[in-house]
């Protein structure tokens, strides 16, 4: 049954949209899912109560397996006439003055094709259309030959882009967010927070912008090359395979473009098992990366082919972040590919690790748009400069807080934003929240790039901090001992304004752990939260600020105070947990307003309630083992797990624990001396 929003995207949106979870039954896997999802969309058109069992038979009979193409050939030549579901390419011969036509399953054959099928079908000359194709043995002039006779579309060649943007008015920002990751078939409810389901639409991002260098590293079955390839025919899938300057490049014997010539977006899967036997590949792929030029053989030529690179990494003990004995995340690439020259033309690292195993429960069983139309209007909106303009106009804020921001990590930065612009915004007009919570994806996802790079070059690439306006910063979450160790030592030892260590418990281990809550009162209105994983942190948060409004003013703090500038609030390593922190979030704004430090070696945990009473949380035992293992040395929770201390004397005993009641009890021990 559709949810509310499905309702509201079939209104809108009718034909142009479809049941996601359709689309993945059984027997359909022959065909890209965007042909897939055309051909039901069709039979529903023609029927709404269309079987889907028809089009999955359909697809077995008119499809074959790479093991029965002699079969299927010599069937044609016997009976003069066959029909195929499949790609189809067209190629002009100029010299020859004719076309030839090329199937993929039929490799090693050329086909014929007439001038009128190439006029009514143009997209078959850039890379190929999927569809029927009707084919014919002829066997009337000097030499038999395959013909192609007929041909049917099974994609959209140009769609309705207006559409697409007339129908972004009618949703919020985090609906529209919503209606993007089910159009990818994703369910929205997978994803625990805006960040999560921002980092899954970058994946999105090589069709929506021109020249965009993407990598993507977790472990197995996350689908990190699965939703690009189902979206478009406009998007190659090299698979672990000998990567050569001909193949990807120009082919100078056969003077024709390569696949990054002629694809909107070519995907290097299984990049370990990559083999580079060509030295200069490299060197081409270098000059690509950098400029969009394609340079071979004294022929100079450019392309707007975005390229993705993904691969298979090990995660360590704690199965949410990658293994800590590799030397850099690059060392999974070919030897040749991680270079520090190739890693800084990178626009992007996507942490494949934070997003989730495909599964049924995570797959969408709502209303989104049709694969091929979502893909094919991706790529229209990508030759709109408008949207490039917008974003540079507001990405002056840009600044860093430590080092420099260079040309790359600027131009890395705007591509991002250029195309989740067009992703979030395709009627041009920007939420500044959402525009905000996209930067810090942005910015988060260069830094990746740049902290490998540290790694791998350390003598010529330093550490750095790039920030947005006055909202804090976003710090890696797994980067661990580097940066979560730098703070552990500094609200050891000093008093810090605006940050406070949060305890919690991972969800599934059940071991404590901490984080930091980092807070600073900055230009705007209202609230926002970057580097949160859990829609109960979320909330805790959202009752935290309303206590404050709530109960301020007997802690020295009119409500009007809190609310003249926007909280921006931002969690460091907060990893997994279904855990609450009222209590921390609130001492920390507490203390970005006043302008009070907290005191040194302080770690919280418990809930909020509205008017300011603690509410108890579970796991303290394994919280205050976390703290003094972390080296803090005061511990505030909730007066209504004082019984649990009794568990655990010889912790308690070698540190200060305070049971609370109140904000305001916890609020005179934190900002005490």
Same mark, same amino acid.
């Not at 697409?164 to 609906?175: A, K, V, Y």
């Not at 977006?265 to 098992?273: G, L, P, R, T």
């Given at each position: 049954?559709?949810?509310?929003?499905?309702?509201?995207?079939?209104?809108?949106?009718?034909?142009?949209?479809?049941?996601?979870?359709?689309?993945?039954?059984?027997?359909?896997?022959?065909?890209?899912?965007?042909?897939?999802?055309?051909?039901?969309?069709?039979?529903?058109?023609?029927?709404?109560?269309?079987?889907?069992?028809?089009?999955?038979?359909?697809?077995?009979?008119?499809?074959?397996?790479?093991?029965?193409?002699?079969?299927?050939?010599?069937?044609?030549?016997?009976?003069?006439?066959?029909?195929?579901?499949?790609?189809?390419?067209?190629?002009?011969?100029?010299?020859?003055?004719?076309?030839?036509?090329?199937?993929?399953?039929?490799?090693?054959?050329?086909?014929?094709?007439?001038?009128?099928?190439?006029?009514?079908?143009?997209?078959?000359?850039?890379?190929?259309?999927?569809?029927?194709?009707?084919?014919?043995?002829?066997?009337?002039?000097?030499?038999?030959?395959?013909?192609?006779?007929?041909?049917?579309?099974?994609?959209?060649?140009?769609?309705?882009?207006?559409?697409?943007?007339?129908?972004?008015?009618?949703?919020?920002?985090?609906?529209?967010?919503?209606?993007?990751?089910?159009? *990818?078939?994703?369910?929205?409810? *997978?994803?625990?927070?805006?960040?999560?389901?921002?980092?899954?639409? !970058?994946?999105?991002?090589?069709?929506?912008?021109?020249?965009?260098?993407?990598?993507?590293?977790?472990?197995?079955?996350?689908?990190?090359?699965?939703?690009?390839?189902?979206?478009?025919?406009?998007?190659?899938?090299?698979?672990?395979?000998?990567?050569?300057?001909?193949?990807?490049?120009?082919?100078?014997?056969?003077?024709?473009?390569?696949?990054?010539?002629?694809?909107?977006?070519?995907?290097?899967?299984?990049?370990?098992?990559?083999?580079?036997?060509?030295?200069?590949? &490299?060197?081409?792929?270098?000059?690509?990366?950098?400029?969009?030029?394609?340079?071979?053989?004294?022929?100079?030529?450019?392309?707007? !082919?975005?390229?993705?690179?993904?691969?298979?990494?090990?995660?360590?003990?704690?199965?949410?972040?990658?293994?800590?004995?590799?030397?850099?995340?690059?060392?999974?690439?070919?030897?040749?590919?991680?270079?520090?020259?190739?890693?800084?033309?990178?626009?992007?690292?996507?942490?494949?690790?934070?997003?989730?195993?495909?599964?049924?429960?995570?797959?969408?069983?709502?209303?989104?748009?049709?694969?091929?139309? =979502?893909?094919?209007?991706?790529?229209?909106?990508?030759?709109?400069?408008?949207?490039?303009?917008?974003?540079?106009?507001?990405?002056?804020?840009?600044?860093?807080?430590?080092?420099?921001?260079?040309?790359?990590?600027?131009?890395?930065?705007?591509? @991002?934003?250029?195309?989740?612009?067009?992703?979030? =915004?395709?009627?041009?007009?920007?939420?500044?929240?959402?525009?905000?919570?996209?930067?810090?994806?942005?910015?988060?996802?260069?830094?990746?790039?740049?902290?490998?790079?540290?790694?791998?070059?350390?003598?010529?690439?330093?550490?750095?901090?790039?920030?947005?306006?006055?909202?804090?910063?976003?710090?890696?979450?797994?980067?661990?001992?580097? &940066?979560?160790?730098?703070?552990?030592?500094?609200?050891?030892?000093?008093? +810090? @304004?605006?940050?406070?260590?949060?305890?919690?418990?991972?969800?599934?281990?059940?071991?404590?752990?901490?984080?930091?809550?980092? !807070? &600073?009162?900055?230009?705007?209105?209202?609230?926002?939260?970057?580097?949160?994983?859990?829609?109960?942190?979320?909330?805790?948060?959202? +009752?935290?600020?309303?206590?404050?409004?709530?109960?301020? &003013?007997?802690?020295?703090?009119?409500?009007?105070?809190?609310?003249?500038?926007?909280?921006? @609030?931002?969690?460091?390593?907060?990893?997994?947990?279904?855990?609450?922190?009222?209590?921390?979030?609130?001492?920390?704004?507490?203390? *970005?307003?006043?302008?009070?430090?907290?005191?040194?070696?302080?770690?919280?945990?418990?809930?909020?309630?509205?008017?300011?009473?603690?509410?108890?949380?579970?796991?303290?035992?394994?919280?205050?083992?976390?703290?003094?293992?972390?080296?803090?040395?005061?511990?505030?929770?909730?007066?209504?797990?004082?019984?649990?201390?009794?568990?655990?004397?010889?912790?308690?005993?070698?540190?200060?624990?305070?049971?609370?009641?109140?904000?305001?009890?916890?609020?005179?021990?934190? =900002?005490?001396?």
């Amino acid at each position: 049954m559709e949810n509310e929003l499905s309702k509201r995207v079939s209104e809108v949106f009718g034909e142009l949209v479809v049941n996601k979870k359709a689309a993945l039954l059984g027997g359909l896997e022959k065909v890209p899912r965007f042909v897939t999802e055309y051909l039901l969309a069709s039979a529903r058109s023609k029927r709404p109560d269309a079987d889907p069992t028809l089009v999955r038979e359909r697809i077995r009979r008119f499809t074959i397996d790479a093991d029965r193409k002699n079969e299927f050939v010599s069937r044609l030549m016997r009976e003069g006439k066959a029909t195929l579901i499949t790609l189809l390419e067209v190629e002009p011969l100029p010299t020859r003055n004719e076309h030839v036509a090329r199937i993929t399953q039929l490799d090693g054959h050329v086909l014929s094709i007439g001038d009128e099928l190439i006029a009514r079908h143009p997209e078959l000359l850039y890379g190929g259309m999927w569809g029927s194709v009707e084919l014919r043995y002829d066997t009337s002039g000097n030499k038999p030959s395959m013909v192609v006779e007929g041909f049917t579309p099974y994609q959209l060649a140009r769609p309705d882009t207006e559409a697409f943007r007339r129908g972004r008015t009618h949703f919020t920002f985090d609906e529209w967010v919503d209606v993007m990751v089910t159009s *990818a078939g994703y369910n929205p409810a *997978a994803f625990s927070t805006l960040r999560h389901k921002l980092l899954l639409l !970058c994946r999105l991002l090589p069709l929506a912008e021109n020249n965009l260098n993407l990598v993507e590293l977790g472990p197995r079955n996350t689908g990190k090359s699965y939703l690009l390839r189902s979206l478009s025919a406009r998007v190659y899938l090299s698979s672990g395979a000998r990567a050569t300057p001909a193949s990807f490049f120009y082919d100078l014997n056969k003077k024709r473009l390569g696949l990054i010539g002629v694809k909107k977006a070519v995907i290097f899967d299984e990049i370990s098992s990559t083999s580079i036997s060509d030295p200069s590949f &490299a060197a081409a792929l270098l000059d690509y990366m950098e400029s969009g030029a394609i340079s071979r053989g004294g022929r100079q030529m450019t392309s707007d !082919c975005s390229l993705v690179f993904t691969g298979n990494i090990e995660l360590g003990p704690d199965g949410r972040s990658p293994r800590s004995d590799y030397p850099h995340l690059f060392h999974v690439f070919p030897p040749e590919l991680a270079q520090s020259a190739i890693v800084d033309r990178v626009h992007a690292f996507i942490p494949g690790w934070e997003l989730p195993k495909i599964s049924d429960q995570r797959l969408s069983d709502e209303v989104g748009f049709l694969s091929d139309y =979502f893909g094919e209007v991706l790529t229209e909106l990508r030759r709109d400069p408008a949207f490039g303009d917008a974003v540079r106009d507001r990405l002056g804020g840009l600044r860093a807080e430590r080092g420099e921001i260079t040309i790359r990590d600027r131009r890395a930065i705007e591509r @991002v934003m250029t195309g989740l612009s067009r992703i979030l =915004f395709p009627d041009g007009n920007i939420d500044e929240r959402g525009f905000e919570a996209a930067v810090q994806v942005a910015i988060e996802l260069r830094m990746r790039v740049h902290e490998q790079l540290t790694k791998i070059s350390p003598g010529e690439y330093k550490e750095k901090v790039i920030g947005f306006r006055d909202a804090p910063a976003p710090l890696l979450p797994e980067k661990g001992s580097e &940066a979560s160790g730098t703070l552990d030592a500094l609200v050891n030892r000093e008093p +810090t @304004v605006g940050m406070v260590t949060l305890l919690y418990v991972h969800e599934g281990s059940g071991g404590g752990d901490r984080g930091f809550v980092q !807070c &600073a009162h900055v230009g705007g209105k209202g609230l926002s939260l970057t580097g949160a994983r859990t829609l109960e942190l979320e909330r805790s948060l959202r +009752t935290a600020y309303d206590a404050l409004l709530q109960e301020g &003013a007997r802690l020295g703090m009119p409500a009007e105070r809190l609310l003249e500038r926007k909280m921006a @609030v931002h969690l460091v390593s907060v990893g997994e947990t279904k855990e609450a922190g009222g209590l921390a979030f609130a001492l920390a704004m507490l203390s *970005a307003v006043s302008g009070r430090p907290l005191r040194p070696g302080l770690a919280v945990t418990g809930d909020l309630a509205l008017h300011g009473n603690v509410i108890g949380v579970a796991g303290i035992p394994e919280k205050v083992r976390a703290a003094l293992s972390y080296g803090r040395t005061t511990v505030i929770l909730p007066a209504t797990n004082r019984d649990e201390l009794r568990q655990i004397p010889e912790l308690v005993a070698r540190m200060e624990v305070h049971p609370v009641a109140t904000l305001a009890e916890a609020a005179e021990i934190a =900002f005490s001396s």
